[in-house]
Structures are given as structure tokens and as C-alpha cells.
């Protein structure tokens, strides 16, 4: 899960370096332009300095849209996950789905009135609720469910997937803090 995250942390200091690359830039195509190509040492000092000054400005702002990204991610996923839940319990009974080996295979097959799973069909009618199966944690893209046995979690399980009270159906991210 680190490493997942350390790739995922990549992402904004990678554009913040392209955008002082193309502010570095603009300042070299001015010099060519109005000294009509005469590069010094000390333009090449300044255009280093320009860089560094234009990603450590552009750093912050794309780490908070990156962060924004996520949360806003993560909430629509949370909420589709919430959803086809209660769409579940709805078509069997008021039962929520079974965890089995780090999924939910009662959302994701298509199921009979009593919830085994199946092939889509006239014995199978209800389903499959996420045809694309388990959608990844946008915070550690990570998908698999996780048991808890509290309702509502006291922490991670360190899985960074989904945490799931199978009594309750409740599902929440596999995440510190977030446990409403």
C-alpha cells in the first residue's frame, strides 16, 4: 500500500515541474527573440533558477487540486458502492451481500432471489450491480473489501480497499479518518 501511495504522489510534482519547464521556457524564447540567439552563461543560471522558482509556486496549487480530485472521487465512488448496496438489499429480502475472499460477489455476478450468484438469465434476474466489478479506493486504487466487525470501524485494516459490517451492510473507505 506505501508504494501505492508513493506512486500516487508522484503525479502532482510531475506537473509542477512541467509547468516551471514551460515558464523556463517562454524566458529562453524571449532571449532568442530580442537578442536574436545570444545565450549566456548567465541566462542558462537564470533559466535553472526560473524553473525551480516556477515549479516550488506551482507545487502547492496542484497538490490541493490534486487532493480536491481525489476526495471528490472518493466520494462518488462511496456513494455508488452505498448505492447498489441498498439496491441489493432492496430486490432480496432487505439481506445485504456476503464478503467472499476480499469481494462482494453478490454485487458484481448476476444473482437469484436468494442471492447465489449465477449467469445472467431467467434464473439469474437480478444483477449484476457493478458489472465492472469492485471500483478501487481512488486514494490507494486499491479494491479489495475488507471485514470489520465494528459498526462503524475504529481504523484501517492497512488493506487500503474498502472496509464492510456485513450485518449492516455498511461500506466505508479503508482509509484513516474517514468513518462517518
Given at each position: 500500500?506505501v508504494e501505492t501511495l508513493v506512486k500516487m504522489e508522484e503525479g502532482p510534482l510531475l506537473v509542477?515541474?512541467?509547468?516551471?519547464?514551460?515558464?523556463?521556457?517562454?524566458?529562453?524564447?524571449?532571449?532568442?527573440?530580442?537578442?536574436?540567439?545570444?545565450?549566456?552563461?548567465?541566462?542558462?543560471?537564470?533559466?535553472?533558477?526560473?524553473?525551480?522558482?516556477?515549479?516550488?509556486?506551482?507545487?502547492?496549487?496542484?497538490?490541493?487540486?490534486?487532493q480536491q480530485t481525489r476526495a471528490a472521487a472518493l466520494q462518488q465512488t462511496l456513494h455508488t458502492?452505498?448505492?447498489?448496496?441498498?439496491?441489493?438489499?432492496?430486490?432480496?429480502?432487505?439481506?445485504?451481500?456476503?464478503?467472499?475472499?476480499?469481494?462482494?460477489?453478490?454485487?458484481?455476478?448476476?444473482?437469484?432471489?436468494?442471492?447465489?450468484?449465477?449467469?445472467?438469465?431467467?434464473?439469474?434476474?437480478?444483477?449484476?450491480?457493478?458489472?465492472?466489478?469492485?471500483?478501487?479506493?481512488?486514494?490507494?486504487?486499491?479494491?479489495?473489501?475488507?471485514?470489520?466487525?465494528?459498526?462503524?470501524?475504529?481504523?484501517?485494516?492497512?488493506?487500503?480497499?474498502?472496509?464492510?459490517?456485513?450485518?449492516?451492510?455498511?461500506?466505508?473507505?479503508?482509509?484513516?479518518?474517514?468513518?462517518?
Amino acid at each position: 500500500m506505501v508504494e501505492t501511495l508513493v506512486k500516487m504522489e508522484e503525479g502532482p510534482l510531475l506537473v509542477a515541474i512541467a509547468l516551471g519547464a514551460v515558464v523556463t521556457g517562454g524566458y529562453v524564447l524571449l532571449c532568442f527573440r530580442y537578442r536574436q540567439g545570444s545565450f549566456t552563461f548567465l541566462d542558462a543560471c537564470l533559466v535553472v533558477a526560473i524553473w525551480a522558482i516556477g515549479s516550488a509556486v506551482a507545487y502547492p496549487w496542484v497538490w490541493n487540486i490534486s487532493q480536491q480530485t481525489r476526495a471528490a472521487a472518493l466520494q462518488q465512488t462511496l456513494h455508488t458502492l452505498r448505492t447498489q448496496i441498498q439496491r441489493y438489499r432492496m430486490e432480496h429480502g432487505g439481506r445485504p451481500p456476503v464478503l467472499f475472499e476480499g469481494r462482494l460477489p453478490q454485487l458484481t455476478e448476476a444473482t437469484n432471489l436468494q442471492g447465489e450468484p449465477g449467469p445472467p438469465g431467467r434464473d439469474y434476474p437480478y444483477g449484476p450491480y457493478l458489472p465492472a466489478g469492485i471500483p478501487p479506493n481512488p486514494y490507494t486504487g486499491v479494491n479489495t473489501v475488507t471485514a470489520t466487525s465494528t459498526n462503524p470501524p475504529t481504523g484501517p485494516s492497512g488493506v487500503g480497499g474498502w472496509l464492510y459490517h456485513e450485518p449492516t451492510g455498511q461500506i466505508w473507505p479503508d482509509l484513516p479518518d474517514h468513518f462517518d
